[in-house]
């Protein structure tokens, strides 16, 4: 049965928020969105995208103009927050300052009036489960950040919501924690098999934790689809300029000596693989790890680039050249910084790129795309 | 003397201030508290042997001879701590909810509102008592407005009441326990009243469990600074509770305005700022132990 | 929303609120125009007359009720009251902002008692400050008068001044006064050129208050003002104990009207930044 299968589900979501400086903004601009059970969704925008006006939809902190938000089947509008099955890890915790770690934890339970063993049970199995056994009788303000992270935590999967929601919740923590957190937070979300809908504004988390990405754009959304999908086949240049690093070319296709190539209107030539369809307008995608140096020989399958070597940027394994084209747009290309062959290269070279016509992702204008 | 300049600045920053008040307000306090253990003259005056009936009037020793132990001094102190009391709490329910109001409205809204509530206070006391004088007096408004809507049919008597007292002290100090409140209000993070509501907690369970005790400390500010400046208030009582509500405060104008027994009213003001003391020092204490929990 | 029966809720008490608030001064006003000279309760016609009696101009109502209190006495409380106000505004601004920045710029060993000495004063009730000041003035032989006043408020307005310009101060960044240093001010310099002007409406908004305050002094200086030297709130509290008149309507009014523009000048000063 399917209605088994949904969690949550929103559908045509507007919601509109008085702008400072008069008249009014469209946070949400007619959003339909379907969480399944188990999945891990993330929300990835930029910062007014929406996402958390989305979330705090969910959670009921706002009420939609139009649009309805169900959970577990049921309709959630006009239903207040401490009435709906979900629960929220917020952006800067919200950890009670007067209580302590145990209280702060046990919160859900004692306002529903669990019985104290049943409720020091579950505290301690929350506490050890975020691996914080021992800190009960801390206050928050004793705690380093990735304790308070685990203790709002521990605190929003104590009433077995149906849905956990996450407003940004790494974005405090520093590198290191943040990316030991994201490992953490996907087993514990296999472990629990409760849906996690996860909010950011930083992809490579997005990339590392969901099961599904969400990409939201000015209160609409660009394209929903697995990490995969987002990286490889971007449905709109939004999407493809906001996930992972590349360089966009857009023009129109023509065919020139029996092959497609993309021409824009600055005079850029780029070969396209055969399935292009000429005539069209379109947008190329050329991703770092595309580009290669081109071989002395000719290569049919090959497009090549010809740019001028403007910087190179050490990253650990990889060196990124950062290319000027004779349009004057930039190019990344990254190349394995422990192949001495590209020793010799210096700042001012003339270099010939090369990348194979058939790799590149090509966003047709007609998508849904601006 | 070689003084480097950065203690020549210090010094001269903070000289004026400490001259003034080391003369002036320390000064006049450490003679009241000397006069306070002065043996009163007896055309007015003073002389100067130690003499602790003073206080012995008020708390209840007596030498049996001069000085009689008259209960009535204690039994006005303690009126002058109820009415305090009852101040404080009328003050607290009337601004808690205010505060809470004040603190919903629109941003734009908020500082405008703030700035309307505690506009009147800028207004002379005297003003401000005087408004109620006329409201509250057998001619006045309130029974003016009675009489001709016919709800009673003879002025009712409210000034020189308690009641009356009570109704000017908690005007008069209203924003002392508004702003504290309103500040601690103002602070809550609201995450924590919307975290409070995501994990099931309704409205009232929110505000007893979460939205009081974080801004108990202003509550606190606010009761202290109620409290205070209402035990020893004397032109309230005096204009709206003439000879039937004397507080502490009238006792000390008479001794000092009518009745001339100037140690007798000091020991008698010296008391109100040992109330003061502890309660402060109560307060301070309390608040670094409420720093030291959150 | 579910909320929504709460909110009403707090919407009409705040409202309560502030017809509470209003609701008195709004009748004293009204009344300052009422004509009727017995019951002033009883509404009989529009006048300005209570306004021109207060200075001492013939009017009708002057002539048949009698109820005059001496302009003279009047006008010279007024300007008492002003002499005081200027006198201790000045004195308390300069003594409280040179404490403020001492307390602010320098770390040193008293620095708590300093603070404690600072804020004693603000919560110590008026009527021990009043008496204490009394008793000192007596006992050191000092005259009761204007010079008495004068001290006695900047006792307590001195701290005033101290806590709004130390607030101003501490939301201050401090790195401002480095990059002048680190661009070769000298300390004066710096002083004037970076910290006065940020620091100005602290301290020009703690001067108002000062002035407001003393301008508004009744229990301190009602026991250490002089025979000849009363100001506008004693005045009138000396006439409020005798009986009340229409004409304090009148006055009340005036002053009301005079606080309101004060509190709002200084509301715009500081909104200004």
Not at chain 1, 94 to 108: K, R, W
Not at chain 1, 304 to 330: K, M, P, W
Not at chain 3, 12 to 25: K, T
Request: hydrophobic fraction near 45%; charge should be neutral; glycine fraction near 8%.
């Amino acid at each position: 049965m399917r209605q088994t299968d949904t969690i949550a589900e929103v559908k045509g979501a507007v919601k509109s928020f008085a702008a400072p400086e008069g008249g009014k903004v469209r946070a949400l601009d007619g959003i339909s969105l379907e969480i399944l059970h188990g999945q891990f969704v993330t929300l990835l925008g930029p910062s007014g995208c929406g996402k958390t006006t989305l979330l705090r939809t969910i959670s009921g902190f706002e009420e939609l103009d139009a649009g309805e938000v169900r959970i577990a089947g049921v309709k959630m509008t006009n239903v207040p927050p401490h009435r709906r099955p979900v629960n929220t890890v917020f952006q800067n915790y919200a950890l009670f300052p007067h209580l302590s770690v145990d209280d702060n934890v046990g919160y859900g339970l004692d306002v529903s009036g669990v019985a104290r063993n049943e409720r020091d049970r579950r505290v301690n199995e929350a506490l050890d489960r975020v691996g914080l056994s021992g800190f009960g009788l801390r206050k928050p303000d004793q705690l380093s950040g990735g304790q308070r992270q685990r203790v709002a935590l521990a605190r929003a999967i104590i009433n077995r919501p149906k849905l956990l929601l996450l407003d940004e919740p790494l974005s405090a923590l520093d590198r290191n924690l943040r990316q030991t957190m994201q490992l953490e937070l996907k087993s514990l979300q296999n472990d629990l098999g409760i849906c996690f809908l996860f909010v950011t504004h930083d992809q490579e988390e997005a990339l590392t934790m969901s099961d599904l990405v969400v990409i939201l754009n000015k209160g609409q959304i660009e394209q929903t689809g697995t990490p995969e999908e987002l990286y490889h086949q971007p449905a709109t240049p939004f999407v493809a300029e906001f996930v992972g690093d590349g360089s966009l070319f857009t023009g129109r296709i023509e065919n020139t000596s029996d092959r497609p190539v993309l021409k824009t209107n600055d005079g850029l030539c780029l070969p396209l693989g055969r399935d292009a369809r000429v005539g069209e307008t379109a947008t190329l995608l050329l991703r770092p790890e595309h580009l290669r140096l081109a071989p002395d020989q000719n290569d049919e399958s090959l497009g090549i680039l010809e740019a001028t070597l403007e910087q190179s940027v050490f990253h650990g394994a990889i060196r990124n050249y950062i290319c000027r084209l004779s349009n004057g747009a930039l190019l990344t290309v990254a190349l394995d910084a422990s192949d001495t062959a590209y020793k010799r290269i210096t700042t001012g070279d003339q270099l010939r790129l090369a990348y194979p016509r058939n790799l590149p992702y090509l966003i047709k204008q007609s998508g849904n795309g601006t | 003397m070689a003084l480097n300049s950065r203690t020549r600045s210090l010094l001269l920053l903070l000289s004026p201030a400490s001259i003034f008040l080391g003369i002036f307000f320390l000064g006049p306090l450490i003679i009241m508290v000397i006069f306070s253990f002065l043996e009163p003259g007896l055309y007015g005056g003073v002389e100067w042997n130690f003499y602790h009936w003073n206080y012995g009037r008020i708390l209840g020793w007596a030498d049996g001879e001069w000085e009689e132990f008259d209960p009535v001094y204690a039994a006005i102190f303690l009126r002058s701590v109820r009415i305090a009391f009852i101040n404080v709490i009328v003050t607290l329910l009337i601004c808690y909810p205010t505060a809470l109001w004040v603190n919903g409205l629109p941003s734009r809204w908020r500082t405008l509102v703030v700035f309307i509530i505690t506009l009147p206070f800028f207004v002379s006391l005297v003003v401000r008592l005087f408004c109620w004088v006329l409201i509250l007096r057998p001619s006045g408004f309130m029974n003016s407005i009675l009489l001709g809507l016919g709800i009673i049919s003879e002025p009712i008597d409210i000034i020189f009441t308690e009641t009356a007292v009570l109704i000017g002290m908690a005007y008069v100090l209203l924003p002392f326990m508004f702003l504290p409140i309103y500040a601690s209000v103002e602070k809550l993070d609201h995450s924590l009243v919307e975290a409070s509501s995501d994990l099931g907690g309704g409205p009232i369970q929110t505000f007893f469990r979460i939205t009081l005790p974080l801004t108990l400390p202003g509550v606190a500010a606010g009761a202290i600074l109620v409290f205070i400046p209402s035990l020893g208030n004397f032109i309230v009582p005096d204009l709206l509770g003439g000879a039937k509500v004397l507080m502490i405060g009238n006792l000390v104008e008479q001794q000092f305005l009518s009745a001339r027994n100037w140690p007798f009213g000091s020991a008698l003001s010296v008391t109100i700022m040992l109330v003061m003391l502890t309660l402060i020092i109560l307060y301070l204490r309390r608040l670094k132990r409420m720093e030291i929990n959150q | 929303m579910k909320r929504s029966w709460f909110r009403h809720l707090l919407s009409l008490h705040g409202i309560l609120f502030l017809i509470f608030v209003y609701a008195p001064i709004t009748v004293v006003v009204v009344y300052s125009f009422n004509s009727h000279p017995v019951n002033m309760m009883i509404w009989k016609e529009f006048t300005f007359d209570w306004y021109w009696s207060i200075f001492g101009f013939p009017t009708e109502l002057n002539e048949q009720t009698l109820y005059v209190e001496s302009t003279d006495q009047l006008l010279a409380s007024v300007k008492n009251s002003f002499i005081v106000a200027f006198s201790t505004t000045t004195f308390a601004t300069v003594v409280g902002t040179s404490t403020a920045l001492a307390l602010y710029r320098y770390q040193f060993r008293m620095q708590s008692f300093y603070r404690g000495l600072l804020y004693m004063p603000m919560v110590m009730p008026d009527i021990v400050l009043g008496i204490a000041l009394l008793v000192f003035f007596v006992t050191f032989g000092i005259k009761l008068g204007l010079m008495s006043i004068i001290v006695g408020h900047c006792t307590f307005l001195v701290s005033y001044v101290f806590i709004v310009v130390t607030a101003r101060l501490a939301g201050m960044d401090q790195s401002l006064e480095q990059a002048s240093a680190d661009l070769g001010a000298t300390p004066w310099t710096t002083f004037r050129r970076i910290t006065l002007p940020q620091i100005m409406p602290g301290v020009i908004g703690g001067a108002l208050l000062a002035f407001i305050i003393s301008m508004d002094d009744l229990v301190i200086t009602y026991f250490i003002a002089g025979v000849d030297s009363t100001t506008l709130p004693v005045f009138i509290y000396g006439m409020l104990r005798r009986g009340v008149k229409p004409e304090i309507n009148a006055i009340a009014t005036l002053m009301l009207v005079f606080s309101f523009v004060i509190a709002s000048l200084g509301l715009y000063l500081r909104s200004r930044k």
